[in-house]
C-alpha cells in the first residue's frame, strides 16, 4: 500500500517538473536550461502517466515555432535535444503514449504550426514518417481507389454503401487517419455520373442522406443537388450543340425515334431525364430553389462561354 502511495506521488511530482520545466522559462537562447531540461525529461518521462505524455508531447508541439526554420550551430545542441525527446515519445517501442492520440496532437497542434509558415525541417522528416505509417490503415478502412470506380446504378452492389455529406459531397471518414487526398476532396465526378443514369434519383438520395420535406432557409447558398443539376444541365446543353437535327425538332410529343440518329435520341431521353429529376427532388426533398438554380446556371453557361470563347 505504501508503495502504490510513493509511485503515484512520484508519478504526480515527474508530471509537475516537467510542465515546470516547459513553462516560461523554457526559451531557445537559454542553452544550459533548454538542453538539461529535455534531457532530464527524457530520464523521467517512462514514470509519467499516458495522458500526461500527451500534455506533455501537446506542449512539445507548440513550442516547434520558437526553433526557426534556418537555424545556425549556435542552437545546434537545444535542437538535438528537442527532437530527440520528441522521437523518444513517438517511438512505438518505448509505448509512452497511444500511437492514435499521438496522430490526434499532430494533427491539432503541428499542422497548425505548419500552416503559420513555421517548423524545422528535421521535425517534419520526423513526424511524416509518423504519420505515412497509418497510411496502410487508412486504405484498408477507406477502400483506396474508389472515387475512380464509376458504378452503373442496378448493376453495382456497393453502390449502396456509398456514403457522402449531404452539404459537402465528401466521403463520411471516421477518425484522424492520414486518408488519401482523394478521399478529402468533393465526390461531384462520382455523383454527376450516377445522376446522368436512369432510375439514380431514389440512389441519390439514399447516398446523401436526403430528408424528405426539407425547409428551404432564406438567404442560403447552393446546395449539392442544385449544383448536380447545373453541371447536368451545362453538360447536355453542350452535346445538343453538336447536332443541328436536334433543333429542328419543333414537336417533341411527335417526335419519331426510329428516323433519328442514337446520339440526338440519347440526347431526348437526357432531357427527360433531367425534367424527371428535378420535379422528383422538388416534390419529394422540396430542397431546390428555383432562383438559385436560373442564377447557377447562367453563371455555370457564362463561365462556359468565357472558356470557349479564350480558347478561340
Known sequence: MIYIVFLCFCCCC????????LSE????????????????????????????VRDILAILLSKISLIPIKCSKSIYRQVHAFHNLIALILDRDTSLLPAYLVLDEIQNKFYTVLQNGNGHWAFSKLISVFVDSFRPIAKIVSHSGRPRIMPIVGYCFWINSLNLDEKT???KLKGLLPYDKELNEPQTTLLL??????????????I?????????????????????LIELIVSTVIKSCNYKSF???????QFDFNQMENDVVQIVMLWNHIASTTLYFISQYQNISFPLLITGLLEK???HCKISTNTC
Open 14 to 21: 515527474q508530471r509537475i517538473i516537467c510542465r515546470y520545466i
Open 25 to 52: 522559462n523554457f526559451e531557445l537562447n537559454n542553452e544550459i536550461y533548454w538542453v538539461n531540461g529535455l534531457n532530464f525529461i527524457e530520464r523521467i518521462i517512462h514514470l509519467v502517466k499516458y495522458k500526461e
Open 169 to 171: 459531397a465528401k466521403y
Open 193 to 206: 455520373q450516377i445522376i446522368e443514369q436512369n432510375n439514380s434519383r431514389e440512389t441519390i438520395a439514399y
Open 208 to 228: 446523401l442522406s436526403l430528408a424528405k420535406h426539407q425547409n428551404l432557409k432564406d438567404n442560403r447558398s447552393i446546395n449539392i443537388i442544385e449544383k448536380l
Open 247 to 253: 433543333f429542328e425538332i419543333n414537336n417533341f410529343e
Open 301 to 303: 453557361l457564362y463561365e
